[in-house]
């Protein structure tokens, strides 16, 4: 994620899990970074409930 950040990146949008293949991504980590870069992040969830 962080690899296709730069200067100008504001905001990061990650799913918590993805569709096709069902792999949860380390949300808690990626929030973590992008808050010591200055970055904010909206993560789309709302299936990850059910499955964690």
Known sequence: VFAACTDRTRLIVISHITSPTAVTLPVQE?????????????VDGPHAVVCT
Do not use: D, K, M, N
């Not at 990626?30 to 870069?37: F, G």
């Open 30 to 42: 990626i929030c973590q970074r992008a808050q010591q870069e200055g970055v904010q992040v909206c």
